[in-house]
């Protein structure tokens, strides 16, 4: 069973960045791949980045960059130039898979965090 724990959410003012790490435990962090997702009020869970276990990443903002940390345990996510569009809380989710293909549905992740609240004034 694998534990997601996000943070570095917060209230930001449009234009400025946020670094969200979420931490892994109970499972072998490099076997997974990870993914970030959010979840606007009344809005369905969206897609927001994903890094595969050999270091690919697929990400559907060009402000969004993904990366890992197999020594850490973590993966992060640096957000630049936030919009107020991209107020939400944002989760992190593993998928047992080493494949190469990125996926990009939440119902190929097994494991899920609590999430994390970004909110981002204008």
């Known amino acids: 069973q694998v534990q997601l724990v996000e943070s570095g959410g917060g209230l930001v003012q449009a234009g400025g960045s946020l670094r969200l790490s979420c931490a892994a435990s109970?499972?072998?962090?490099?076997?997974?791949?990870m993914g970030w997702f959010r979840q606007a009020p009344r809005k369905e869970r969206e897609f927001v980045a994903a890094?595969?276990?050999?270091g690919n990443t697929d990400s559907v903002k060009g402000r969004f960059t993904i990366s890992r940390d197999n020594a850490k345990n973590t993966v992060y996510l640096q957000m630049n130039n936030l919009e107020p569009e991209d107020t939400a809380v944002y989760y992190c989710a593993a998928e047992s898979y080493r494949g190469s293909f990125i996926h990009r549905a939440p119902s190929q992740y097994d494991y899920w965090g609590q999430g994390t609240q970004v909110t981002v004034s204008s």
């Open positions: 109970g499972g072998t962090f490099s076997s997974y791949a």
């Open positions: 890094i595969n276990w050999r």
